[in-house]
């Protein structure tokens, strides 16, 4: 019986990860991650272009600009090679994809208000008719 051991996140700086800036290597940087896509360039259905463009440096934004699925996303890790070290890590950007409902909360209380002053309004209406018009 042998126990798994997982191997430990490999920690890369921008020193090392600016050498593989082009077509024959291309590392990029995402949410303090890093990639190696150099085997993904002709596979991406963006186009090689824009992650030569991004090559051997930080594309966070860049790749939550596209709005990226989360079929996207879960491909990613099979390019991952390792995470930016400790000193050169930024605080995460939230994703993109996260619905936009979760922010407004409270919404649901106006619309309900919404509607309640048309039923009202025809109640009172329907009242006065029948007091005018069928006695
Ligand atoms: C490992 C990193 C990446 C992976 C696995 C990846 C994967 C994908 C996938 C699967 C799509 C198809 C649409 C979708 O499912 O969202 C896509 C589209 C696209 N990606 Fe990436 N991508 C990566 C990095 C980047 C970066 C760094 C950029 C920088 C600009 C980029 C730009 C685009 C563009 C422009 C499209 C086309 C969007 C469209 O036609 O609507 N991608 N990518």
Redesign the pocket.
Known sequence: MSAEIKPEVKKISFEEIKKHSDRSSNW?V?NNDV?D?TE?LDK????EE??I??AGQE?TE??E?????S???A??EQ?KIGTLVDSERKPDLPKKSDPEWKESSGSSDVSWKSWIVPIAFGFVATVIYRLYFMS
């Open positions: 990029i995402i990639f896509v993904f991406h259905p963006g186009g824009v992650l463009e991004q594309a860049a790749f600009d596209v709005g990226h699925s079929d996207a996303r491909m990613m390019y």
